[in-house]
């Protein structure tokens, strides 16, 4: 079994509220108090056993989830389903994960159906199925859960599952990035700057390339680059294009689009001025500082 790996599929750290950002085989993790489907007298509980996963203490986690199980609180039986996938506390067991996903699938919690179209996207525990993949993911994408849009979108862009439908990928990548999430964000604004997928309306992508590139998206870091060096929707601003590129190349993984970068960010720095160079690079400083003490 082969796992594809989507142009899009971007890669960051795992959040503590229990968001995935690396593509299509992230499991969604525990989140504090995240309770979706559980009454007022659960969130406690449910919130302790998220601050014991988190500090390694897998055995206490379960031990919680298990009697929040026990009563069918979905977000327990999903965070079961985790330490059984990953094998955290427990002997690693893909098909119980599987079977306890499905159940709180069923019940209608979305980070289990996103978990759950995983496996299947992936012929983990189960046998590959990327029908069955895009049928959890359209539930987690119609519940509203903002990374099940996102690779529903992808799917659809590809035909992996469904009928290659570009029009649908378009409305899940738009309700995605406009709902906040960076990756989408960068693929809409890049729709939007290039014509491709959308009519171009190249100041209307700068907001969505910039959203997506003060997030970390490295591509969408690039490309407002490119922007800011060729004066695409917006005024050339060769100071702005020096830091986003220098910001790009940081983790663009090699390849056709960081060697693109390199070359502009190199005819970027021949037009500078002294003045303009000395400017970028303080500004730059700046950021990485800023960086540093939110890691």
Avoid: C
């Amino acid at each position: 079994m082969t796992s594809r790996v989507y142009p899009w599929a971007l890669s960051a750290a795992l959040a503590l509220a229990g968001l995935g950002l690396l593509g299509a085989q992230t499991v969604v993790l525990p989140a504090f108090a995240q309770s979706t489907g559980a009454t007022a007298s659960q969130v406690l509980p449910n919130e302790a056993a998220s601050r014991a996963f988190n500090l390694g203490d897998y055995q206490t986690a379960r031990q919680l989830w298990e009697r929040l199980a026990a009563a069918n609180d979905p977000e327990a039986i999903n965070n079961l389903g985790i330490l059984y996938q990953k094998g955290l506390g427990v002997e690693q067991d893909a098909e119980k994960a599987q079977m306890l996903y499905l159940r709180a699938a069923n019940l209608g919690f979305t980070n289990a159906q996103v978990n759950l179209a995983n496996l299947y996207f992936n012929g983990e525990g189960v046998k590959e199925d990327l029908t069955e993949a895009a049928r959890w993911y359209t539930a987690a994408a119609r519940g509203g859960h903002l990374r099940a849009q996102y690779y529903l979108a992808q799917m659809y862009d590809h035909g992996d599952g469904v009928k290659e439908d570009h029009n649908t990928a378009l409305k899940w990548y738009v309700s995605a990035a406009d709902s906040g999430l960076p990756e989408a964000k960068y693929v809409v604004g890049r729709m939007l700057l290039t014509g491709d997928g959308l009519k171009q309306d190249q100041a209307k992508s700068l907001p969505y390339l910039l959203d997506a590139a003060t997030a970390g998206v490295s591509q969408a870091r690039a490309l407002l680059g490119q922007a800011y060096a060729d004066g695409l929707g917006t005024e050339q601003n060769l100071i702005e294009a020096y830091i986003w590129l220098s910001l790009a190349l940081d983790n663009l993984p090699p390849g056709q689009a960081q060697q693109k970068a390199f070359k502009t960010l190199r005819r970027v720095e021949a037009d500078m001025s002294q003045d303009e160079t000395a400017a970028a690079k303080r500004l730059l400083a700046r950021k990485d500082a800023r960086r540093s003490q939110t890691q």
